[in-house]
């Protein structure tokens, strides 16, 4: 019985998503010329071949060298004495079943590797248990080289002890000489995963297309009603609804996303837009809308995100303008990131100035000296006596801001962007509660944030809302968008969308040949044949923050609880239109 739940062809780069044996050209989630590593380079966006190494060791792709084809990998080791050690890894997007059977082998080559430590080694890894932060997969090949040895294949085999969804083929590498490795091989209860497939064949395909079409709408001439429609249909409740955007820089994500803003307030008693953005640069912006007072060139300039700074953005500002002047019922619109980088020690020191206490603390802040403990203790204690103090709302929410982002701060990496993420979720749970009980709130953001993915914000809005929180994401196929170059660090808008993947959603709603698509996916995820053929399997959409680059494609976990409501697919699009 098999037990390989995907992997991406790989053997082919297409055909694996063709309707009626009509090929279609995608990129496989994974590059089979990635185990014999006969790949251009070793940084090629297209392989999932990472190392490490420091200051102790090279590696590069050798062609003088190979058990077969025309490439290996070497890695030569320049002390004798080092303590570390080079990885060679290969990530291998599959889903595998407990108690699944493992036999990885990989061929290897040594040349006067000595030292204390020096060996050359095979490693297997699987998913790290978030809650002991062990590997309930973590294997190393009995059989290990040192000193000088022909090529030789080193294996090692082991049982899944739990469902993975990805594992890591490791050759290591210590000490002073060098090693070379080619041709790994992969084989789960005997199946050898190059032979594996998305779907089985064409037939299963098209049933998965056909099964999926009862959830796909074409949109037609823009009409957003369907999506309006839609968040009428769910739980008369609805107080939150996410916008997403799949990349900053798509002009039609965010014509897409003002159009159905526009329809919303009319249709849905939508009066408060959270935007991805501090609530201090966003204050001038609310003024604009319900008084039309300001340079609106300048307040965009000053939100502090480029993708505002845009010809979509401008004109969907404009229209809440003068939709606020015919209506009581205004929209509002407010930061609610939480990141540094806004205005609120500046604002709430010149608002705060008359009070001579919280002058003397503030200046204490704008101290490099001052460590961030005693900035995040500072900062909270001037807000809860602002607060004890019924001062303006303003210049709480000033304060507030200015607090959070010194308590994100002190963070790094996945758990900066949760704890960011819970202070997004935390201040667009305070713009709710000011909602009549009939009205409703958008919230603006990147299908990141407003995924309902653990740790999101949209995670956490979903955790506290249930089905008062609906959310709408974008898929992209083709295009340019714009972006942040990562060396220049200037805005550019001449960025290539990759190729999809085939195993992305971009990839299957580009068979319906429709140029826009509203996908249904929470009413999918409920189909028993889709949730058994498509939804087990790890898809992936594209998804690009602010900057440039080649790896455009994150996995969406199939649980109903963290993806997307609504998904809207866009065939061919165009950089945002940057205000000149």
């Known amino acids: 019985m098999r037990t390989i739940a995907i992997i991406a062809s790989l053997l082919i780069t297409n055909l694996i998503f063709s309707q009626e044996n009509k090929s279609t050209l995608c990129l496989p989630m ?41 490439k290996s990998v070497g890695i030569t080791g320049l002390n004798q004495d080092s303590k570390t050690y ?109 032979n594996v497939s998305f779907f089985k064949d064409n037939n299963q395909l098209n049933t998965v297309t056909n099964t999926l079409s009862k959830y796909i709408t074409k949109i037609e001439d823009n009409n957003l009603e369907q999506v309006s429609n839609f968040i009428s249909n769910q739980n008369s409740k609805v107080r939150i609804i996410g916008l997403g955007e799949a990349t900053h820089g798509t002009s039609e994500i965010y014509s897409y996303k003002s159009d159905l803003i526009k329809t919303l307030i009319k249709n849905n008693n939508v009066t408060k837009i959270a935007l991805e953005a501090y609530y201090t640069n966003t204050e001038d912006l609310n003024t604009y809308i319900l008084k039309g007072e300001g340079n609106l060139k300048k307040i965009l300039a000053n939100i502090g995100f480029w993708s505002y700074y845009t010809i979509e953005f401008k004109e969907l500002v404009i229209w809440l303008k003068n939709y606020n002047k015919k209506t009581n019922n205004k929209i509002i619109i407010v930061g609610v990131d939480s990141q540094s980088g806004g205005n609120a020690l500046k604002i709430l020191t010149e608002r705060t100035k008359r009070n001579t206490h919280i002058s003397t603390i503030l200046k204490e802040l704008k101290k490099d000296s001052t460590e961030i403990s005693d900035k995040i203790r500072i900062s909270n204690s001037i807000l809860q006596e602002l607060i004890k103090t019924n001062q303006d709302k303003n210049i709480i929410m000033n304060a507030r801001e200015l607090s959070q ?22 201040n667009i749970g305070n713009v709710e509660k000011e909602l009549a009980s009939d009205e409703k709130m958008i919230y603006w953001a990147h299908d990141q944030h407003i995924r309902k993915k653990p740790n999101s914000a949209g995670g ?23 972006a942040v170059d990562k060396d220049t660090k200037k805005l550019d808008s001449d960025n290539d969308l990759k190729l999809v993947k085939c195993t992305s959603l971009e990839n299957l709603m580009g068979k319906y040949n429709y140029p826009t698509i509203l996908l249904n996916s929470k009413s999918a995820l409920t189909d028993p044949y889709l949730k058994n053929n498509l939804f087990n399997k790890l898809l992936v959409k594209r998804s690009i923050g602010a900057l440039e680059t080649n790896y455009q494609f994150i996995s969406l976990n199939n649980d109903p ?8 697919y866009i065939k061919d699009s165009n950089p945002s239109q940057l205000i000149k």
């Open 30 to 70: 994974f590059n089979s010329n990635s185990f014999s590593f006969e790949l251009d380079t070793l940084e090629s966006s297209e392989s999932d071949v990472s190392y490490l190494i420091d200051k102790n060791y090279q590696i590069d792709l050798d062609e003088t060298q190979f058990i077969d084809g025309k």
């Open 86 to 194: 080079a990885t060679l890894s290969l990530t291998v997007p599959i889903k595998i079943k407990k108690n699944a059977h493992i036999v990885l082998s990989v061929w290897v080559k040594t040349d006067s590797l000595y030292g204390v430590n020096s060996i050359a080694m095979l490693r297997l890894m699987g998913h790290r248990d978030k809650d002991t932060g062990t590997f309930p997969l973590f294997k190393f090949g009995e059989k290990t080289l040192k000193g000088s040895e022909d090529w030789t294949q080193i294996t090692l085999a082991a049982v899944v002890k739990t469902d993975e969804n990805f594992i890591v083929l490791s050759g290591l590498m210590q000490g002073k000489g060098k090693a070379w490795f080619d041709n790994f091989e992969l084989k789960i209860d005997g199946e050898d995963i190059k």
């Open 405 to 426: 982002s010194y308590f994100v701060n002190q963070y790094k990496g996945l758990k900066y962007t949760s704890v960011r993420d819970s202070l997004q979720a935390f």
């Open 460 to 482: 956490f809005l979903n955790e506290k809302y249930k089905d008062r929180y609906v959310n709408v994401g974008f898929l992209l196929e083709n295009g340019k968008y714009s």
């Open 561 to 568: 609880n963290t993806f997307f409501d609504l998904l809207i």
